[in-house]
């Protein structure tokens, strides 16, 4: 896809979703740290149903740990894979209070060294909590970005690399939310809702959807 298309797309999702965000519900960086590592292999639905009852009672670092391990699976127990989750929830509080005075840091090694956070998680924290024009691929970026032409690539980091540089820079900071969103709602993988899609006409995807 051509620079000119690929300004026209972006322009195109940014009419459709002036202000596009995570489905996340979260507070502060923590808080938002910790559903995304629960919304691995889950839906952002079934993550803010658990986080609305656990984030009253417990929603730092200290209050997790205090919480102890039983209690924090008790909320979290509806999330797939949640006593791994759990576990690493647990540890990674306890290097953000031995590293970072209880912070989530803004330093993609020091979230990737955190356990259960890899880079899509430390892009989707980097991105939303704190401003940074990262773009965190993940199954519905990964469709988007091959379907319709925009950043076509065999792997996620290639996908990654080249939405970065084929989004321009006014578009960067809000890339991932609008092809998440995009992804989730209109290009689904089962069957892409074509006929309401704002970007049809952009799109290089040889096998549209001609009724939704």
């Not at 576990?87 to 509080?93: F, V």
């Amino acid at each position: 896809m051509d620079s000119t298309k690929i300004h026209q797309l972006f322009t195109r999702l940014q009419v459709a979703c002036p202000q596009p965000t995570t489905e996340l519900s979260y507070h502060n960086p923590f808080e938002l740290l910790v559903a995304v590592m629960l919304s691995a292999q889950s839906t952002d639905k079934k993550v803010n149903e658990a986080t609305a009852r656990l984030f009253p009672v417990a929603n730092t670092p200290q209050a997790l740990l205090a919480l102890g391990e039983a209690r924090l699976k008790e909320f979290i127990k509806t999330i797939g894979l949640y006593n791994t989750k759990a576990a690493n929830i647990r540890k990674t509080c306890e290097l953000l209070l031995e590293r970072h005075g209880g912070e989530v840091p803004q330093d993609r090694a020091a979230l990737e060294a955190l356990p259960g956070v890899g880079r899509k998680t430390a892009n989707v924290i980097l991105n939303t909590a704190f401003g940074e024009p990262a773009i965190a691929v993940d199954t519905h970026i990964f469709r988007v970005a091959n379907r319709t032409g925009l950043a076509p690539g065999k792997t996620v980091r290639e996908v990654e690399d080249g939405l970065l540089a084929a989004t321009p820079e006014e578009f960067r900071q809000d890339a991932h939310h609008w092809l998440i969103l995009h992804g989730r709602y209109i290009c689904t993988a089962r069957k892409p809702n074509c006929p309401a899609c704002p970007i049809s006409a952009l799109c290089e995807y040889p096998d549209k959807n001609e009724a939704s």
